[in-house]
């Protein structure tokens, strides 16, 4: 008899299938990956597979095939005025990590619980720390692609882009910029994901609201970060600010969820 899914290590599983997935992607005519973007899309999908299983597979999987697809909307346009994404959007170990560094940190937060490697105390004042962890996995992909959309949308369809910090008119790429194209088009990437995580059972419908909530600070915020802070720190890299910006939607909706559980 052949054994369940269930009843095989996860971590074998993600290790056979990503190599599968991996492969036919590395041979496509159609690149979504580099060479070296490869390996680490490889990495991260193992430890995802690894700690939440298919369910928190199929966030980063609607993230990633999603976040590589409005990277593409008007990429002629986008490419002959000079503010396409490098490589014609194909990502390097850079975007993997800058997108998915927060949400794997959550992920292996809940591998650890569940192996026991961590043992929460009785007298924490965090007393469903797995659920906030997923919560914070959830909005962390949530924030990015409501952050991919509203730029990529941006700039192919933004009719008026304004300076966050100013409002004053701006070219469409410029950093800091937002237009209401792409602002709203930020809004309905957050919502969607958000209600994949619900979909799979990672987070609850609540979760959902905190997820989208989270996502518009922490996008905005990266906005008036790349428009006050990016152009004086060369460390200040586009996927250093992704991985700020994530991190600020993974705690702010962690912080959501905890106080509305308190009062």
């Known amino acids: 008899m052949l054994p369940s899914i269930n009843s095989v290590n996860p971590w074998l599983v993600g ?16 690149k979504l990956l580099t060479r070296a973007g490869l390996f680490h899309a490889w990495l991260l999908a193992i430890i995802i597979w690894g700690t939440l299983g298919w369910q928190g ?24 005025e000079g503010i396409a994404e490098k490589r014609s ?20 937060g809940v591998g650890l619980l569940n192996s026991g490697f961590i043992l929460p105390s009785p007298q924490s004042p965090i007393p469903n720390l797995q659920s906030l962890l997923l919560l914070g996995y959830v909005a962390s992909f949530s924030t990015k692609l409501a952050d991919t959309t509203a730029s990529e949308v941006g700039k192919a369809y ?15 790429g410029t950093e800091g910029a937002v237009s209401l194209e792409g602002t709203l088009a930020g809004v309905v990437g957050s919502v969607a994901i958000a209600l994949v995580g619900w979909g799979v ?4 419908i609540l979760g959902v609201a905190w997820c989208v909530l989270a996502a518009f600070i922490a996008t905005n915020l990266e906005s008036v970060i790349g428009a006050t802070l990016q152009s004086k720190y060369t460390w200040l890299t ?10 600020i939607g993974a705690i702010a909706a962690v912080i959501f969820a905890y106080v509305w559980g308190i009062r």
């Open 89 to 108: 959007g194909a990502r390097g170990p850079e975007n993997v990590w800058g997108s998915a560094l927060t949400g794997a940190l959550c992920a292996l």
């Open 201 to 204: 059972g990672l987070i609850d």
């Open 57 to 80: 597979y199929a966030v980063v999987m609607f993230y990633f095939l999603v976040g590589s697809g409005v990277t593409r909307i008007g990429m002629a346009q986008k490419e002959a």
């Open 15 to 30: 290790v056979g299938l990503n190599t599968i997935l991996l492969g036919l992607a590395a041979i496509a005519p159609k």
């Open 158 to 172: 933004g009719k008026s882009t304004f300076l966050i910090t100013t409002l004053q008119p701006v070219a469409r």
């Open 238 to 247: 586009n996927e250093v600010v992704n991985i700020f910006n994530t991190l």
